[in-house]
């Protein structure tokens, strides 16, 4: 029975990873995974629980990235790393349990009170300095430093997350020669060629790029081109300004050889700034968890994906229609049977009368000749009537079953014809389901083509092509939600094919183009398939059905 509600909207159980972890709501949402907000029954501690989203149960190598991640962080233990303390699975649905930074992510602080303070920055970068050179002992290269990796606890210390891509010594190879991983405005550009022959050096260029951005409040990929008068460091301060270019220099040999270094440099500028302002602080902002873990969560906790991953099996290959449709169900019970003849009694003498005169403009008979149906035939002698006419029994009496057929066979047709009309609403919806896994899949494909080909950007600017308009698609498509991302991934695609109409034929940039040119095209594909079978009359009836 549900509790007494406080408002207009509904409430529901929260769900359980494994009886052991309730989860009140959500937190924070990447591409591809969630965090939630959870309570330990076992520990009675609020925890930090990411799970794999339910699109992505089914791509193997999304979880085995989400497993590397887990094992990555599990082998980390420093102040300023954060936390996992339990890694294990509900079913098919993959999780890690993480300690709860209650103060959320420094791009969340950064939109509510603006740039950091210079002070207040260096110590957050000498923090990340301390966590990432741990990582790095143990060979571990994060290769995803960014303000949005960094945490911060209710201490007001800040601790680096989300090794999702992390490159791990002696560990299984993921990441494939000649791919890129990572954010782009942090990424330092050897990693924006080949992901997979970085060193720790690439973590020192994206801090250094990440000290720029809490500084600034904006972001920049060309880092490695600027000098200390440049207008793009104008609000740096200009004692950090030499760390922040050692740090993000283009070759690698000239930058900070180790995180040490750069916190050695940090710590010696950090000394000759002038104070923050007073009031400046990390935790000013905590997230307000229950007193008690809930035992209902209000529709709009947001857990709607966690459920869809613990109750919707994987399916072990792609579905057809025959699998998608459901069977009709049985025709019996979809008409009214006509009942059993009712046997002839032979009427009392009381009962008997004379039967009434027929006329010649009357074919009624009586009524109980209908009910005969073992009486023999009668025989056609002439039957003497009152206006001297003379007519056979037989003559004079209706079919006696014949309403009785047309009643039978008018239902059974129309039975016929409802199950038909319902084989087409189930094919339809099928149909629809089908696509729109076509198109979800094609997307998916689209946008990993583009993370993989990204080097096209540097090899059309210098075939001539406007680096701004290619920047600004690209970003685009990094900063768009899961819904838009398929739109903006398709913007940016067509926005390097106009830019490669200039191409010479033995330009490197072929390959990327041809790429890009081909994902492109299955997805616009996919996109006409999954819309035209929505427009259609079956697929405008059966409204959202089959669509995702």
């Known amino acids: 029975m549900l509790p007494p509600q ?92 993480m300690e709860l930074a209650r103060g959320g992510a420094l791009t969340e602080w950064m939109k509510q009170n603006g740039p950091v303070p210079p002070v207040l920055a260096c110590r957050v970068a000498r923090q990340c300095c301390d966590g990432l050179g741990h ?28 090794f999702g891509i992390a490159q791990v010594a002696e560990g299984f190879a993921l ?34 790029a990440t000290l720029f951005t809490m500084l600034t409040g904006k972001t920049s990929a060309e880092l490695f081109f600027a000098e200390s008068r440049d207008a793009i460091l104008r609000n740096v301060p200009e004692l950090l300004r030499p760390v922040v270019l050692t ?26 700034l002038p104070p923050d302002p007073t009031g400046v602080a990390l935790a000013s902002q905590l997230l307000t968890i229950p007193e008690q873990p809930p035992s209902w969560v209000d529709a709009d906790a947001g857990v709607e994906d966690l459920v869809r991953a613990l109750e ?6 792609q579905p057809t229609l025959a699998s998608l449709a459901t069977p009709l169900p049985p025709l019996d019970g979809l008409f009214t049977p006509v009942p059993a003849p009712i046997p002839y009694r032979m009427p009392s003498r009381s009962e008997r009368r004379r039967p009434a005169p027929l006329s010649r403009s009357s074919e009624e008979v009586p009524t109980y000749l209908d009910a005969v149906t073992d ?13 001297g006419g003379a007519r056979s029994l037989t003559e004079a009496s209706p079919p006696r079953s014949g309403v009785r057929d047309a009643t039978y066979w008018s239902l059974l047709a129309s039975s016929v014809m409802v199950a038909a009309l319902l084989a087409v609403v189930v094919s339809g919806i099928g149909a629809k389901v089908w696509t729109s896994r076509q198109l979800d899949a094609a997307s998916r494909h689209l946008t990993q083509t583009i993370a993989d080909h990204q080097p096209v950007i540097e090899a059309l600017v210098r075939e001539g092509a406007d680096k701004e308009v290619l920047a600004e698609r690209y970003f685009a498509v990094d900063d768009a939600t899961p819904a ?28 990327h183009v041809e790429a890009i040119r081909r994902a492109l095209q299955d997805y616009r594909t996919a996109k006409g398939r999954q819309e035209g079978v929505a427009g259609s009359v079956i697929g405008r009836l059966s409204g959202t059905i089959g669509v995702y």
């Open 6 to 97: 406080t408002s207009h909207e509904p409430v529901f159980r929260p769900p359980r990873l494994n009886g052991r972890y309730v989860v009140a709501r959500l937190i924070g949402k990447g591409a591809q995974a969630r965090v939630y907000l959870g309570f330990d029954l076992r520990l009675k501690q609020w925890r930090a629980v990411k799970v794999l989203g339910s699109g992505y149960l089914e791509d193997e190598h999304v979880r085995a990235r989400f497993e590397q991640e887990a094992q990555a962080m599990a082998r980390l233990s420093h102040p300023h790393l954060l936390r996992v303390v339990d890694v294990d699975h509900d079913g098919d649905t993959p999780y890690m349990v």
């Open 135 to 162: 990582a790095h002992q143990v060979g571990v290269v994060h290769r995803d430093v960014k303000p949005h990796n960094v945490l911060i606890r209710e201490d007001g210390s800040v601790a680096m997350s989300d």
């Open 175 to 208: 990441t494939q020669t000649g791919t890129i991983m990572g954010t782009f405005a942090f990424m330092a550009p050897e990693q924006r060629t080949d992901a997979k022959g970085v060193d720790h050096r690439a973590d020192v260029y994206a801090l250094g």
């Open 247 to 272: 740090a993000c220099r283009y070759e690698r040999e000239q930058r900070y050889e180790s995180m040490a270094a750069m916190s050695e440099a940090l710590a010696e500028r950090m000394a000759q």
């Open 312 to 317: 919707s099996p994987v399916p072990d290959e």
């Open 375 to 387: 009486r023999p035939a009668p025989s056609r002698r002439p039957v003497k009537i009152d206006d």
């Open 484 to 511: 838009e991302r398929p739109d903006a991934a398709a913007a940016f695609a067509s926005a390097v094919l106009e830019s490669s109409t200039q191409l010479r034929d033995d330009s490197l940039a072929k390959t």
